[in-house]
C-alpha cells in the first residue's frame, strides 16, 4: 500500500469516527427531546415539585430545583474563575520554568483527574463539617468551585502558552512592567482559550450530583435565600426521578428536567462562544 493510500484509509477512519461520536450525540439529544418536551408548560417551570399520594416528588414542576441550579453556577462561576485565571497565569508568567513551578503544575494536572465522588467527602469534611458551614448551597458551590479549578488552571496555562513569547519581549522592551504585560497583552491574546476551558468547566459543574449530594442538596429544599440555606438542583432531581417505583411519570418528569438542564447548559456555552469569538477577532497575532 503506498502512501497516498495509507493517508486515504486513515482520513476516512478519522471521518468514521467523526460521524459515530456526532450521531452518538444526535441520538442522546433527540432521545431526550422526544420524551421531555411535553412535560414543558408553565406549571412545570413556575412550581415547586410536589408529592403524590405515595409520597414521590412526580408532581408539580421545577421551579426550586431550577432557581438552586442557577445559583449555584453563579456561584461557581464567582468563585472558580477569578482564581483560576489568575492563579494559572502567576504559575506560569511567574513561576514558568522553575522547579517550584513544575511541581505546582504536576499537582494540580493530578487534581484534575480526581474524581468528584472525592470532591464531596472533601467538601464534608472540610467545609460542612470543619469551617461548620453545614449542609448548604455555600458549601456545595466552594466545592464544585475546587472540582472545577484544576481544569481551569490546565486550560488557562495552554491558552498563555500559546501566546507568542515575542509579544512578552516586545512590551518589557519598551519599559512596560511584567505585570502590565501580563494585563494589557497576555490576558486578552490568550482570552479565547481560557473561555474555552470555562466553557468545559462550568459544564461540569452544572451536571455534578456528587459532589452537592454530600454538602448541601435536600429534598424538600425549599428556594434559597441565603448562601447558608439548603437548596434544590436539577442534577439530584432527576437522580429521585430515577429511583422512585413510579417510573412512568418519574422518568416524564426526570427528561423534561433533563432537557432543561441541557438547554441552561447549552445557553451559558453559547454566551461563553460569543465572548470567546469575539475576543478572537479582536486579538490575532
Known sequence: MNRRNREAMFFNLFRVCALIVVLALVV???????????????DFFTQDPRPNVHGALVEGGILGPLVGTIYLMLL????????????SVFL????????????????VNNLAGVPSIVWGL??????????????????????????????IMVATKEAVEAVPSSLREASIALGATKW???????LPYSTSGILTGIILSISRAGGETAPILLTGVAVNASIPGALGDQFQALPYYIY???????RTQAYAMAYGASLVLIALIVGLNLVAIIMRNRYREKYRW
Open 240 to 246: 429521585l426521578m430515577t429511583q422512585t417505583t413510579d
Open 92 to 107: 506560569q508568567e511567574y513561576f514558568g520554568g522553575t522547579r517550584i513551578g513544575r511541581i505546582w503544575w504536576m499537582v
Open 28 to 42: 442522546i439529544l433527540g432521545y431526550v427531546l422526544i420524551n421531555g418536551i411535553g412535560k414543558w408548560s408553565i
Open 180 to 186: 502590565q504585560t501580563v494585563r494589557h497583552h497576555i
Open 76 to 87: 461557581v462561576m464567582v468563585i472558580a474563575i477569578p482564581v483560576g485565571v489568575l492563579g
Open 122 to 151: 472533601l467538601g464534608v469534611a472540610l467545609l460542612v463539617y470543619y469551617l461548620n458551614f453545614g449542609l448548604s448551597l455555600i458549601a456545595a458551590a466552594v466545592t464544585l468551585s475546587l472540582l472545577v479549578l484544576p481544569l
